[in-house]
Protein backbone atom coordinates (compact mmCIF):
# COMPACT_ATOMS: atom_id res chain seq x y z
CA UNK A 1 0.00 0.00 0.00
CA UNK A 2 2.70 2.57 0.40
CA UNK A 3 4.24 1.97 -2.59
CA UNK A 4 1.16 2.39 -4.52
CA UNK A 5 0.84 5.75 -2.79
CA UNK A 6 4.60 6.81 -3.18
CA UNK A 7 3.80 5.93 -6.95
CA UNK A 8 0.64 7.63 -7.28
CA UNK A 9 2.23 10.61 -5.42
CA UNK A 10 5.40 10.72 -8.09
CA UNK A 11 2.12 11.38 -10.68
CA UNK A 12 1.80 15.11 -10.17
CA UNK A 13 -1.46 15.39 -12.35
CA UNK A 14 -3.19 12.30 -10.72
CA UNK A 15 -1.90 14.25 -7.09
CA UNK A 16 -3.75 16.95 -8.37
CA UNK A 17 -6.66 14.82 -9.29
CA UNK A 18 -6.63 12.80 -5.96
CA UNK A 19 -6.63 16.39 -3.90
CA UNK A 20 -9.28 17.86 -5.79
CA UNK A 21 -11.44 15.18 -5.64
CA UNK A 22 -10.72 14.85 -1.96
CA UNK A 23 -11.89 18.13 -1.32
CA UNK A 24 -15.29 17.99 -3.31
CA UNK A 25 -15.67 14.50 -1.50
CA UNK A 26 -15.45 16.48 1.93
CA UNK A 27 -17.16 19.15 1.08
CA UNK A 28 -20.18 16.58 -0.18
CA UNK A 29 -20.02 14.41 3.66
CA UNK A 30 -19.78 17.80 5.20
CA UNK A 31 -22.56 19.28 3.71
CA UNK A 32 -25.42 18.31 6.75
CA UNK A 33 -23.17 20.60 8.81
CA UNK A 34 -22.38 23.04 6.80
CA UNK A 35 -24.11 26.80 7.94
CA UNK A 36 -25.70 26.48 4.20
CA UNK A 37 -29.05 27.10 3.58
CA UNK A 38 -31.93 24.62 2.96
CA UNK A 39 -31.35 23.77 -0.74
CA UNK A 40 -35.40 23.45 -1.36
CA UNK A 41 -36.37 26.61 0.20
CA UNK A 42 -38.14 28.91 -2.50
CA UNK A 43 -37.92 33.12 -2.45
CA UNK A 44 -39.36 34.28 -5.20
CA UNK A 45 -38.24 38.01 -4.87
CA UNK A 46 -34.82 36.59 -4.88
CA UNK A 47 -34.75 35.51 -8.68
CA UNK A 48 -31.67 34.74 -10.74
CA UNK A 49 -29.64 36.80 -7.52
CA UNK A 50 -26.38 37.20 -9.12
CA UNK A 51 -22.99 36.02 -7.49
CA UNK A 52 -22.00 37.19 -4.45
CA UNK A 53 -25.53 38.68 -3.95
CA UNK A 54 -25.53 39.32 0.17
CA UNK A 55 -26.41 35.81 1.60
CA UNK A 56 -26.12 33.69 -1.91
CA UNK A 57 -22.82 33.35 -2.12
CA UNK A 58 -23.11 31.69 -5.71
CA UNK A 59 -26.53 33.66 -6.53
CA UNK A 60 -29.89 32.19 -6.75
CA UNK A 61 -32.14 30.23 -9.41
CA UNK A 62 -35.37 31.26 -10.81
CA UNK A 63 -37.11 29.99 -7.70
CA UNK A 64 -35.01 31.97 -5.46
CA UNK A 65 -33.40 28.73 -4.02
CA UNK A 66 -29.48 29.19 -3.02
CA UNK A 67 -27.19 27.71 -5.73
CA UNK A 68 -24.41 27.11 -3.43
CA UNK A 69 -26.91 25.02 -1.09
CA UNK A 70 -28.20 23.23 -4.20
CA UNK A 71 -24.59 22.69 -5.68
CA UNK A 72 -23.10 20.85 -2.64
CA UNK A 73 -26.25 18.86 -1.98
CA UNK A 74 -26.43 18.28 -5.69
CA UNK A 75 -22.49 17.25 -5.85
CA UNK A 76 -22.96 14.75 -2.63
CA UNK A 77 -25.97 13.09 -4.76
CA UNK A 78 -23.97 13.05 -8.18
CA UNK A 79 -21.01 11.49 -6.79
CA UNK A 80 -23.46 9.24 -4.39
CA UNK A 81 -24.82 7.83 -7.76
CA UNK A 82 -21.98 7.60 -9.72
CA UNK A 83 -20.06 5.66 -7.35
CA UNK A 84 -23.08 3.51 -7.16
CA UNK A 85 -23.22 2.87 -10.30
CA UNK A 86 -19.42 1.88 -11.29
CA UNK A 87 -19.72 -0.79 -8.30
CA UNK A 88 -22.70 -2.53 -9.43
CA UNK A 89 -21.14 -2.24 -13.23
CA UNK A 90 -18.12 -3.33 -12.38
CA UNK A 91 -19.33 -6.57 -10.23
CA UNK A 92 -21.86 -8.01 -12.40
CA UNK A 93 -19.78 -7.42 -15.67
CA UNK A 94 -16.79 -9.00 -13.44
CA UNK A 95 -18.69 -12.19 -12.59
CA UNK A 96 -20.17 -11.92 -15.81
CA UNK A 97 -16.75 -11.85 -17.41
CA UNK A 98 -14.86 -14.18 -15.00
CA UNK A 99 -17.33 -17.28 -15.30
CA UNK A 100 -17.42 -16.81 -19.28
CA UNK A 101 -13.86 -16.70 -19.73
CA UNK A 102 -12.87 -19.42 -16.87
CA UNK A 103 -15.47 -21.60 -18.41
CA UNK A 104 -15.55 -21.03 -22.03
CA UNK A 105 -17.53 -23.46 -24.24
CA UNK A 106 -21.30 -23.12 -24.30
CA UNK A 107 -21.65 -21.14 -21.11
CA UNK A 108 -18.66 -18.48 -22.65
CA UNK A 109 -21.19 -18.10 -26.09
CA UNK A 110 -24.85 -17.59 -23.65
CA UNK A 111 -22.79 -15.00 -21.29
CA UNK A 112 -21.15 -13.14 -24.63
CA UNK A 113 -23.65 -13.26 -26.56
CA UNK A 114 -26.16 -11.76 -24.13
CA UNK A 115 -23.63 -9.51 -23.91
CA UNK A 116 -23.26 -8.28 -27.28
CA UNK A 117 -26.70 -7.72 -27.62
CA UNK A 118 -26.66 -5.17 -25.04
CA UNK A 119 -23.76 -4.00 -26.88
CA UNK A 120 -25.57 -3.92 -30.05
CA UNK A 121 -27.93 -0.66 -28.71
CA UNK A 122 -26.05 2.87 -28.74
CA UNK A 123 -25.61 2.90 -24.75
CA UNK A 124 -27.48 6.28 -24.33
CA UNK A 125 -30.58 4.86 -26.75
CA UNK A 126 -30.47 1.64 -24.05
CA UNK A 127 -30.43 4.03 -21.16
CA UNK A 128 -33.44 6.31 -22.22
CA UNK A 129 -35.11 2.91 -23.05
CA UNK A 130 -34.54 0.85 -19.73
CA UNK A 131 -35.70 4.47 -17.87
CA UNK A 132 -38.58 4.77 -20.10
CA UNK A 133 -39.55 1.00 -19.05
CA UNK A 134 -39.27 1.75 -15.44
CA UNK A 135 -40.39 5.09 -14.99
CA UNK A 136 -38.26 8.50 -14.19
CA UNK A 137 -36.34 8.61 -10.62
CA UNK A 138 -33.11 8.59 -9.63
CA UNK A 139 -32.64 5.01 -8.75
CA UNK A 140 -33.77 4.33 -12.08
CA UNK A 141 -31.62 6.10 -13.76
CA UNK A 142 -28.62 4.07 -11.60
CA UNK A 143 -29.87 1.03 -12.50
CA UNK A 144 -29.94 2.73 -16.25
CA UNK A 145 -26.23 3.70 -16.33
CA UNK A 146 -24.51 0.75 -14.13
CA UNK A 147 -26.80 -1.82 -16.92
CA UNK A 148 -25.20 -0.31 -20.11
CA UNK A 149 -21.46 -0.38 -18.68
CA UNK A 150 -21.57 -3.92 -17.80
CA UNK A 151 -21.12 -5.27 -21.39
CA UNK A 152 -17.29 -3.24 -21.34
CA UNK A 153 -16.79 -4.84 -17.75
CA UNK A 154 -17.94 -8.19 -19.07
CA UNK A 155 -15.50 -7.72 -22.33
CA UNK A 156 -12.66 -6.81 -20.43
CA UNK A 157 -12.65 -9.38 -17.45
CA UNK A 158 -13.43 -12.34 -20.03
CA UNK A 159 -10.40 -11.28 -21.88
CA UNK A 160 -7.98 -10.99 -19.28
CA UNK A 161 -9.81 -14.32 -17.58
CA UNK A 162 -9.25 -16.34 -21.26
CA UNK A 163 -5.51 -15.33 -20.71
CA UNK A 164 -4.86 -16.64 -17.00
CA UNK A 165 -7.35 -19.90 -17.09
CA UNK A 166 -4.81 -21.85 -18.93
CA UNK A 167 -1.66 -20.78 -16.84
CA UNK A 168 0.35 -22.96 -15.32
CA UNK A 169 -0.88 -21.86 -11.89
CA UNK A 170 -4.39 -22.78 -12.67
CA UNK A 171 -3.66 -26.07 -14.06
CA UNK A 172 -1.53 -26.96 -10.48
CA UNK A 173 -4.61 -25.86 -8.70
CA UNK A 174 -6.77 -28.12 -10.63
CA UNK A 175 -4.35 -30.93 -9.88
CA UNK A 176 -4.25 -30.22 -6.55
CA UNK A 177 -7.91 -31.00 -6.19
CA UNK A 178 -9.73 -27.31 -5.92
CA UNK A 179 -13.03 -27.16 -7.85
CA UNK A 180 -13.94 -24.43 -9.97
CA UNK A 181 -15.43 -22.02 -7.83
CA UNK A 182 -12.45 -21.83 -5.31
CA UNK A 183 -10.04 -21.53 -8.36
CA UNK A 184 -12.01 -18.75 -9.53
CA UNK A 185 -11.91 -17.70 -6.03
CA UNK A 186 -8.03 -17.86 -4.92
CA UNK A 187 -6.33 -18.31 -8.47
CA UNK A 188 -8.55 -16.01 -10.98
CA UNK A 189 -10.00 -13.03 -8.91
CA UNK A 190 -6.50 -11.64 -7.45
CA UNK A 191 -5.25 -11.54 -10.94
CA UNK A 192 -8.39 -9.67 -12.43
CA UNK A 193 -8.86 -7.59 -9.17
CA UNK A 194 -5.83 -4.75 -10.40
CA UNK A 195 -7.51 -5.03 -13.84
CA UNK A 196 -11.42 -4.24 -12.27
CA UNK A 197 -9.84 -1.18 -10.21
CA UNK A 198 -8.21 0.18 -13.15
CA UNK A 199 -11.71 0.06 -15.15
CA UNK A 200 -13.44 1.49 -12.65
CA UNK A 201 -11.31 4.45 -11.68
CA UNK A 202 -11.38 5.46 -15.47
CA UNK A 203 -15.09 4.92 -16.13
CA UNK A 204 -16.67 6.51 -13.00
CA UNK A 205 -15.96 9.63 -14.53
CA UNK A 206 -18.51 9.10 -17.71
CA UNK A 207 -20.71 7.14 -15.33
CA UNK A 208 -21.43 11.09 -13.38
CA UNK A 209 -21.74 12.52 -16.90
CA UNK A 210 -24.42 9.44 -18.02
CA UNK A 211 -26.22 10.32 -15.00
CA UNK A 212 -26.24 13.88 -15.04
CA UNK A 213 -27.42 13.65 -18.47
CA UNK A 214 -30.59 11.44 -17.71
CA UNK A 215 -31.54 14.16 -14.97
CA UNK A 216 -30.50 17.15 -17.43
CA UNK A 217 -33.19 15.55 -19.69
CA UNK A 218 -35.73 14.97 -16.49
CA UNK A 219 -35.60 11.12 -16.29
CA UNK A 220 -32.96 11.14 -13.26
CA UNK A 221 -33.70 13.17 -9.65
CA UNK A 222 -36.89 14.45 -9.75
CA UNK A 223 -38.05 18.07 -8.01
CA UNK A 224 -37.20 19.44 -6.00
CA UNK A 225 -34.56 16.53 -5.38
CA UNK A 226 -31.08 18.55 -7.16
CA UNK A 227 -28.22 16.97 -8.44
CA UNK A 228 -26.07 18.39 -10.96
CA UNK A 229 -27.98 17.17 -14.12
CA UNK A 230 -31.29 18.33 -12.94
CA UNK A 231 -29.68 21.58 -11.99
CA UNK A 232 -28.33 22.31 -15.69
CA UNK A 233 -31.62 20.95 -16.98
CA UNK A 234 -33.84 23.67 -14.88
CA UNK A 235 -31.12 26.02 -15.87
CA UNK A 236 -31.63 26.26 -19.17
CA UNK A 237 -34.66 28.15 -19.88
CA UNK A 238 -31.94 31.11 -18.08
CA UNK A 239 -29.15 30.54 -20.09
CA UNK A 240 -28.36 33.89 -21.82
CA UNK A 241 -29.99 36.12 -19.35
CA UNK A 242 -28.67 34.47 -15.94
CA UNK A 243 -25.86 32.15 -17.12
CA UNK A 244 -24.43 31.38 -13.74
CA UNK A 245 -27.28 29.33 -13.29
CA UNK A 246 -25.92 26.80 -15.75
CA UNK A 247 -21.78 27.63 -15.09
CA UNK A 248 -22.14 26.79 -11.63
CA UNK A 249 -23.21 22.93 -11.89
CA UNK A 250 -21.26 22.77 -15.25
CA UNK A 251 -17.73 24.03 -13.94
CA UNK A 252 -18.53 21.33 -10.77
CA UNK A 253 -18.84 18.10 -12.96
CA UNK A 254 -15.95 19.86 -15.42
CA UNK A 255 -13.77 19.54 -12.18
CA UNK A 256 -15.06 16.13 -11.03
CA UNK A 257 -14.95 14.49 -14.22
CA UNK A 258 -11.62 15.91 -14.44
CA UNK A 259 -9.90 14.88 -11.45
CA UNK A 260 -11.58 11.70 -11.44
CA UNK A 261 -10.12 10.99 -15.12
CA UNK A 262 -6.34 11.93 -13.98
CA UNK A 263 -6.58 10.18 -10.88
CA UNK A 264 -7.93 7.17 -12.69
CA UNK A 265 -4.47 7.43 -14.89
CA UNK A 266 -2.47 7.41 -12.24
CA UNK A 267 -4.24 4.48 -10.33
CA UNK A 268 -4.30 2.83 -13.87
CA UNK A 269 0.01 3.29 -13.77
CA UNK A 270 0.16 2.41 -10.10
CA UNK A 271 -1.49 -0.71 -10.29
CA UNK A 272 -0.44 -1.72 -13.86
CA UNK A 273 3.78 -3.03 -12.75
CA UNK A 274 4.35 -2.75 -16.92
CA UNK A 275 3.35 0.72 -16.71
CA UNK A 276 4.91 1.59 -13.33
CA UNK A 277 8.00 0.23 -14.51
CA UNK A 278 8.38 1.99 -17.73
CA UNK A 279 8.16 -1.25 -19.94
CA UNK A 280 4.93 0.27 -21.88
CA UNK A 281 6.26 3.61 -22.00
CA UNK A 282 6.91 5.54 -25.57
CA UNK A 283 10.61 5.53 -25.61
CA UNK A 284 12.60 7.79 -27.79
CA UNK A 285 13.44 6.73 -31.12
CA UNK A 286 16.95 6.69 -29.88
CA UNK A 287 18.56 6.78 -26.34
CA UNK A 288 18.69 10.01 -24.66
CA UNK A 289 22.40 10.77 -24.72
CA UNK A 290 23.42 13.49 -21.87
CA UNK A 291 27.25 13.29 -21.39
CA UNK A 292 29.87 15.90 -20.56
CA UNK A 293 32.76 14.85 -23.17
CA UNK A 294 33.64 12.81 -26.04
CA UNK A 295 36.73 10.90 -25.61
CA UNK A 296 39.64 10.81 -28.01
CA UNK A 297 39.46 7.81 -30.70
CA UNK A 298 41.13 5.01 -29.74
CA UNK A 299 42.07 1.91 -31.41
CA UNK A 300 41.55 0.42 -34.74
CA UNK A 301 38.32 -2.58 -34.18
CA UNK A 302 35.43 -2.34 -36.32
CA UNK A 303 33.41 -1.69 -33.04
CA UNK A 304 35.25 0.18 -30.13
CA UNK A 305 33.79 1.26 -26.87
CA UNK A 306 35.28 3.69 -24.97
CA UNK A 307 34.36 4.38 -21.43
CA UNK A 308 31.02 3.57 -22.09
CA UNK A 309 28.18 4.72 -19.71
CA UNK A 310 24.44 3.97 -19.19
CA UNK A 311 22.29 4.64 -16.18
CA UNK A 312 18.83 4.23 -15.61
CA UNK A 313 17.26 6.92 -13.93
CA UNK A 314 14.06 6.02 -12.04
CA UNK A 315 12.50 8.23 -9.77
CA UNK A 316 15.02 9.30 -7.56
CA UNK A 317 17.65 6.25 -7.94
CA UNK A 318 20.49 6.30 -10.75
CA UNK A 319 21.35 2.31 -11.59
CA UNK A 320 24.57 2.17 -13.02
CA UNK A 321 23.87 -0.65 -15.62
CA UNK A 322 26.86 -0.20 -18.03
CA UNK A 323 30.02 1.85 -16.02
CA UNK A 324 33.17 2.94 -18.48
CA UNK A 325 33.29 0.03 -20.64
CA UNK A 326 36.09 -0.15 -23.16
CA UNK A 327 36.17 -3.24 -25.95
CA UNK A 328 37.04 -3.32 -29.10
CA UNK A 329 36.24 -6.10 -31.78
CA UNK A 330 37.58 -6.55 -35.21
CA UNK A 331 36.49 -8.28 -38.47
CA UNK A 332 36.27 -12.24 -38.75
CA UNK A 333 36.90 -11.99 -34.65
CA UNK A 334 34.01 -13.05 -32.23
CA UNK A 335 34.62 -11.54 -28.77
CA UNK A 336 32.45 -13.31 -25.99
CA UNK A 337 30.95 -11.12 -22.99
CA UNK A 338 30.02 -13.00 -20.17
CA UNK A 339 28.56 -12.67 -16.65
CA UNK A 340 25.83 -13.24 -14.37
CA UNK A 341 22.43 -11.81 -15.52
CA UNK A 342 22.32 -8.25 -14.19
CA UNK A 343 25.92 -7.54 -14.92
CA UNK A 344 25.19 -4.94 -18.12
CA UNK A 345 25.78 -7.18 -20.89
CA UNK A 346 22.79 -6.76 -23.04
CA UNK A 347 22.29 -2.89 -21.68
CA UNK A 348 25.92 -2.42 -23.38
CA UNK A 349 25.19 -4.20 -27.01
CA UNK A 350 21.93 -2.07 -26.81
CA UNK A 351 23.97 1.40 -26.10
CA UNK A 352 25.71 0.64 -29.15
CA UNK A 353 22.78 1.67 -31.78
CA UNK A 354 20.93 3.95 -29.19
CA UNK A 355 18.32 0.68 -28.28
CA UNK A 356 18.36 1.38 -24.62
CA UNK A 357 14.44 2.53 -23.52
CA UNK A 358 14.36 6.10 -22.37
CA UNK A 359 12.68 6.84 -20.60
CA UNK A 360 14.81 5.99 -18.36
CA UNK A 361 18.19 4.73 -20.03
CA UNK A 362 21.01 7.81 -20.61
CA UNK A 363 23.95 7.49 -22.12
CA UNK A 364 26.12 9.54 -19.55
CA UNK A 365 29.44 9.11 -20.97
CA UNK A 366 32.07 7.62 -23.49
CA UNK A 367 31.43 6.74 -26.96
CA UNK A 368 31.23 3.69 -29.36
CA UNK A 369 32.02 4.16 -32.45
CA UNK A 370 32.11 2.28 -35.85
CA UNK A 371 35.05 2.32 -38.25
CA UNK A 372 35.90 5.86 -36.21
CA UNK A 373 32.66 7.48 -36.54
CA UNK A 374 31.03 7.77 -32.86
CA UNK A 375 27.16 6.39 -33.01
CA UNK A 376 26.57 7.78 -29.34
CA UNK A 377 24.22 11.55 -29.73
CA UNK A 378 24.58 10.74 -34.01
CA UNK A 379 21.39 11.68 -35.50
CA UNK A 380 18.40 9.28 -35.60
CA UNK A 381 18.55 8.74 -39.76
CA UNK A 382 22.46 7.90 -39.22
CA UNK A 383 21.17 5.52 -36.60
CA UNK A 384 18.29 4.26 -38.39
CA UNK A 385 20.33 3.71 -41.70
CA UNK A 386 23.00 1.43 -39.82
CA UNK A 387 20.68 -0.67 -37.99
CA UNK A 388 19.84 -3.99 -39.42
CA UNK A 389 22.17 -2.90 -42.03
CA UNK A 390 25.74 -2.84 -40.84
CA UNK A 391 25.32 -3.32 -37.54
CA UNK A 392 22.38 -6.59 -37.14
CA UNK A 393 21.25 -7.75 -33.81
CA UNK A 394 20.39 -11.27 -32.83
CA UNK A 395 17.75 -11.46 -30.02
CA UNK A 396 17.50 -13.87 -27.30
CA UNK A 397 13.85 -14.69 -28.08
CA UNK A 398 12.82 -14.62 -31.56
CA UNK A 399 9.52 -15.63 -31.18
CA UNK A 400 8.96 -12.74 -28.99
CA UNK A 401 10.51 -10.13 -31.63
CA UNK A 402 9.18 -11.73 -34.68
CA UNK A 403 5.81 -10.57 -35.67
CA UNK A 404 2.94 -13.00 -34.72
CA UNK A 405 0.68 -11.71 -38.10
CA UNK A 406 3.28 -12.02 -40.77
CA UNK A 407 5.13 -14.93 -42.81
CA UNK A 408 9.12 -14.98 -41.99
CA UNK A 409 9.64 -14.46 -45.69
CA UNK A 410 7.37 -11.15 -45.43
CA UNK A 411 9.22 -10.34 -42.29
CA UNK A 412 12.86 -11.22 -44.18
CA UNK A 413 12.15 -9.31 -47.43
CA UNK A 414 10.71 -6.35 -45.14
CA UNK A 415 14.55 -5.69 -43.56
CA UNK A 416 16.00 -5.85 -46.86
CA UNK A 417 13.54 -3.56 -48.63
CA UNK A 418 13.99 -1.10 -45.77
CA UNK A 419 18.14 -0.62 -46.59
CA UNK A 420 17.69 -1.33 -50.70
CA UNK A 421 15.40 -0.38 -53.11
CA UNK A 422 14.73 -3.65 -54.00
CA UNK A 423 11.09 -4.99 -55.59
CA UNK A 424 8.98 -7.40 -53.73
CA UNK A 425 9.68 -10.40 -55.78
CA UNK A 426 13.35 -9.94 -55.88
CA UNK A 427 13.06 -9.43 -51.73
CA UNK A 428 11.29 -12.48 -51.79
CA UNK A 429 13.86 -14.30 -53.56
CA UNK A 430 16.63 -13.22 -51.34
CA UNK A 431 14.54 -13.78 -48.20
CA UNK A 432 14.34 -17.75 -49.50
CA UNK A 433 18.43 -17.47 -50.56
CA UNK A 434 18.98 -16.23 -46.71
CA UNK A 435 16.57 -19.44 -45.40
CA UNK A 436 18.64 -21.44 -47.24
CA UNK A 437 22.10 -20.24 -46.04
CA UNK A 438 21.55 -20.71 -42.67
CA UNK A 439 20.46 -24.47 -42.89
CA UNK A 440 16.39 -24.48 -42.94
CA UNK A 441 15.06 -27.71 -45.07
CA UNK A 442 12.83 -26.66 -47.72
CA UNK A 443 13.10 -22.76 -47.39
CA UNK A 444 10.09 -21.80 -50.05
CA UNK A 445 7.68 -23.85 -48.07
CA UNK A 446 9.35 -22.64 -44.82
CA UNK A 447 8.89 -18.89 -45.93
CA UNK A 448 5.04 -18.91 -46.14
CA UNK A 449 5.35 -19.99 -42.22
CA UNK A 450 4.20 -18.14 -39.46
CA UNK A 451 6.49 -17.94 -36.78
CA UNK A 452 4.55 -19.89 -34.10
CA UNK A 453 4.76 -22.80 -37.07
CA UNK A 454 8.24 -23.35 -36.54
CA UNK A 455 10.29 -24.90 -33.51
CA UNK A 456 12.37 -22.77 -31.45
CA UNK A 457 15.72 -23.73 -33.56
CA UNK A 458 14.09 -23.04 -36.67
CA UNK A 459 12.83 -19.01 -35.50
CA UNK A 460 16.07 -18.66 -34.05
CA UNK A 461 17.49 -19.71 -37.61
CA UNK A 462 15.32 -16.80 -39.05
CA UNK A 463 16.80 -14.36 -36.77
CA UNK A 464 19.98 -15.45 -37.79
CA UNK A 465 18.89 -15.11 -41.42
CA UNK A 466 17.59 -11.35 -40.02
CA UNK A 467 21.04 -10.08 -39.12
CA UNK A 468 22.47 -11.63 -42.52
CA UNK A 469 19.53 -9.97 -44.59
CA UNK A 470 21.96 -6.97 -45.34
CA UNK A 471 25.49 -8.53 -45.23
CA UNK A 472 26.50 -6.34 -42.27
CA UNK A 473 29.74 -5.84 -40.86
CA UNK A 474 28.90 -6.90 -36.99
CA UNK A 475 26.34 -8.83 -35.64
CA UNK A 476 25.41 -8.67 -31.71
CA UNK A 477 24.02 -11.83 -30.80
CA UNK A 478 22.63 -11.27 -27.12
CA UNK A 479 22.17 -14.68 -25.79
CA UNK A 480 20.95 -16.60 -28.89
CA UNK A 481 21.35 -20.22 -27.68
CA UNK A 482 20.15 -19.87 -24.34
CA UNK A 483 16.64 -21.27 -24.44
CA UNK A 484 17.92 -24.22 -27.50
CA UNK A 485 18.38 -27.80 -26.34
CA UNK A 486 22.10 -29.14 -26.19
CA UNK A 487 21.66 -30.15 -29.62
CA UNK A 488 19.97 -27.30 -31.24
CA UNK A 489 22.55 -24.81 -30.06
CA UNK A 490 25.50 -26.88 -30.92
CA UNK A 491 24.51 -26.71 -34.17
CA UNK A 492 23.41 -22.81 -33.55
CA UNK A 493 27.23 -22.28 -32.87
CA UNK A 494 28.41 -24.15 -35.61
CA UNK A 495 26.57 -22.15 -37.88
CA UNK A 496 27.68 -18.64 -36.80
CA UNK A 497 31.18 -19.81 -36.59
CA UNK A 498 31.17 -20.89 -40.06
CA UNK A 499 28.64 -17.58 -41.59
CA UNK A 500 31.96 -15.35 -39.24
CA UNK A 501 34.84 -17.07 -41.36
CA UNK A 502 33.04 -16.89 -44.80
CA UNK A 503 31.87 -13.73 -44.51
CA UNK A 504 34.62 -12.14 -42.78
CA UNK A 505 31.60 -10.76 -39.44
CA UNK A 506 32.83 -9.70 -36.61
CA UNK A 507 30.69 -10.86 -33.41
CA UNK A 508 29.55 -9.97 -30.23
CA UNK A 509 28.71 -12.84 -28.86
CA UNK A 510 26.53 -12.74 -25.00
CA UNK A 511 26.36 -15.20 -22.84
CA UNK A 512 26.51 -17.12 -19.51
CA UNK A 513 28.29 -20.34 -20.70
CA UNK A 514 31.47 -20.57 -20.49
CA UNK A 515 30.91 -23.79 -22.87
CA UNK A 516 29.94 -21.48 -25.55
CA UNK A 517 32.75 -18.90 -25.32
CA UNK A 518 35.06 -21.77 -25.43
CA UNK A 519 33.37 -22.94 -29.02
CA UNK A 520 33.02 -19.86 -31.08
CA UNK A 521 34.53 -16.84 -29.64
CA UNK A 522 38.33 -15.81 -29.81
CA UNK A 523 38.43 -13.44 -26.95
CA UNK A 524 36.16 -12.89 -23.66
CA UNK A 525 35.61 -10.26 -21.65
CA UNK A 526 33.89 -10.55 -18.09
CA UNK A 527 31.12 -8.57 -16.91
CA UNK A 528 30.00 -7.87 -13.47
CA UNK A 529 28.22 -4.99 -11.42
CA UNK A 530 28.19 -3.26 -15.00
CA UNK A 531 32.12 -3.52 -15.34
CA UNK A 532 34.86 -5.47 -16.93
CA UNK A 533 36.61 -7.50 -14.60
CA UNK A 534 38.80 -9.34 -16.99
CA UNK A 535 39.55 -9.92 -20.43
CA UNK A 536 42.15 -11.73 -22.81
CA UNK A 537 41.99 -14.59 -25.36
CA UNK A 538 39.88 -17.60 -24.67
CA UNK A 539 41.77 -20.19 -24.19
CA UNK A 540 44.46 -17.94 -22.06
CA UNK A 541 41.67 -16.96 -19.90
CA UNK A 542 40.23 -20.35 -19.34
CA UNK A 543 43.28 -22.23 -18.61
CA UNK A 544 44.34 -19.65 -15.73
CA UNK A 545 41.82 -16.99 -15.38
CA UNK A 546 43.09 -13.99 -13.15
CA UNK A 547 40.21 -12.55 -11.83
CA UNK A 548 38.33 -14.57 -8.47
CA UNK A 549 35.10 -14.11 -10.23
CA UNK A 550 36.29 -15.60 -13.43
CA UNK A 551 37.72 -18.41 -11.58
CA UNK A 552 34.19 -18.78 -9.67
CA UNK A 553 32.21 -19.01 -12.84
CA UNK A 554 34.28 -21.82 -14.32
CA UNK A 555 33.74 -23.67 -11.16
CA UNK A 556 30.37 -23.34 -11.68
CA UNK A 557 30.49 -25.19 -15.02
CA UNK A 558 30.02 -28.88 -14.83
CA UNK A 559 32.35 -31.01 -16.55
CA UNK A 560 31.24 -34.10 -18.43
CA UNK A 561 33.46 -37.56 -17.99
CA UNK A 562 35.80 -35.70 -15.45
CA UNK A 563 35.09 -37.52 -12.37
CA UNK A 564 33.69 -36.20 -9.61
CA UNK A 565 34.06 -32.44 -8.58
CA UNK A 566 32.37 -30.44 -6.36
CA UNK A 567 30.36 -27.05 -8.04
CA UNK A 568 31.15 -24.50 -6.11
CA UNK A 569 28.34 -21.91 -5.90
CA UNK A 570 29.46 -17.90 -5.65
CA UNK A 571 28.46 -16.88 -2.34
CA UNK A 572 26.25 -14.18 -2.15
CA UNK A 573 24.34 -11.65 -4.33
CA UNK A 574 25.67 -9.29 -6.90
CA UNK A 575 25.02 -5.72 -6.16
CA UNK A 576 22.85 -2.95 -6.53
CA UNK A 577 24.05 -1.06 -9.13
CA UNK A 578 22.55 2.12 -7.52
CA UNK A 579 24.08 1.45 -4.25
CA UNK A 580 27.79 -0.13 -5.58
CA UNK A 581 30.21 -0.50 -2.83
CA UNK A 582 33.74 1.32 -2.71
CA UNK A 583 36.49 -0.11 -4.53
CA UNK A 584 36.11 -3.82 -6.04
CA UNK A 585 32.37 -4.85 -6.55
CA UNK A 586 32.63 -8.23 -6.27
CA UNK A 587 34.97 -7.59 -2.84
CA UNK A 588 31.85 -8.62 -0.72
CA UNK A 589 31.61 -12.36 -2.03
CA UNK A 590 35.66 -12.41 -2.70
CA UNK A 591 38.11 -15.49 -1.02
CA UNK A 592 40.61 -13.27 -1.77
CA UNK A 593 39.68 -9.91 -0.26
CA UNK A 594 41.98 -8.06 1.27
CA UNK A 595 40.87 -3.91 3.35
CA UNK A 596 42.83 -2.55 0.16
CA UNK A 597 40.06 -3.57 -1.85
CA UNK A 598 37.35 -1.51 -0.76
CA UNK A 599 39.14 1.32 -0.51
CA UNK A 600 39.34 3.38 -3.86
CA UNK A 601 38.70 2.82 -7.68
CA UNK A 602 40.68 -0.18 -9.07
CA UNK A 603 42.01 -0.12 -12.61
CA UNK A 604 41.93 -2.40 -15.58
CA UNK A 605 45.71 -3.64 -16.09
CA UNK A 606 47.34 -5.83 -17.99
CA UNK A 607 49.74 -6.15 -20.54
CA UNK A 608 49.29 -6.78 -24.51
CA UNK A 609 45.40 -8.61 -24.70
CA UNK A 610 45.49 -9.52 -20.68
CA UNK A 611 43.79 -7.46 -18.63
CA UNK A 612 42.32 -7.70 -14.91
CA UNK A 613 40.90 -5.54 -12.76
CA UNK A 614 41.95 -6.80 -9.70
CA UNK A 615 44.24 -6.14 -6.58
CA UNK A 616 45.40 -9.64 -5.61
CA UNK A 617 45.00 -12.28 -8.77
CA UNK A 618 44.52 -15.99 -9.29
CA UNK A 619 47.44 -15.58 -11.60
CA UNK A 620 50.39 -13.04 -10.71
CA UNK A 621 51.34 -11.58 -13.91
CA UNK A 622 48.28 -11.87 -16.05
Not at 455 to 469: D, T
Amino acid sequence: MRLFAGLLARNRLALVGAVVLAAVAVLALLVPVLPVRAPNVTDTAARYLRPLSEGHLLGTDHLGRDLLSRLLWGTRLSLAVGFAAAVIAAVIGAALGIVAGYFGGRTDNLIMRGVDMLMAFPYILLALAIVAALGPGLLNALIAVAAVNVPFFARNIRGITVGIANREFVDAARLAGMGHWRIIWSEILPNVVPVIVIAMSTTIGWMILETAGLSFLGLGSQPPQADLGSMLGEARAALITAPHTSVVPGVMILIIVMSINLLGDGVRDALDPRLRSGALSRPMAATRVARDTVPEPQGDGILTLQALETQFHVGGRVYRAVNKVSLSVHPGECLGIIGESGSGKSVTALSVMGLVASPPGVITGGAARYRGDDLIGAPYETLRSLRGDRIAYIFQDPLATLHPLYRVGDQLAEAIRVHHPLGRAEAWARAVALLHSVRIPNPESRAKAYPHEMSGGMRQRVGIAMALANDPDVIIADEPTTALDVTVQAQILSLLDELRRARGLAIIFITHDFGVVAQLCDRVAVMYAGRIVEEGPTGVLLESPAHPYTRRLIDCVPELGAGRRRLAAIPGLPPAVDQLPPGCAFAPRCGRKQPACEAGEIGLEGSGARRVRCLYPEVEEP
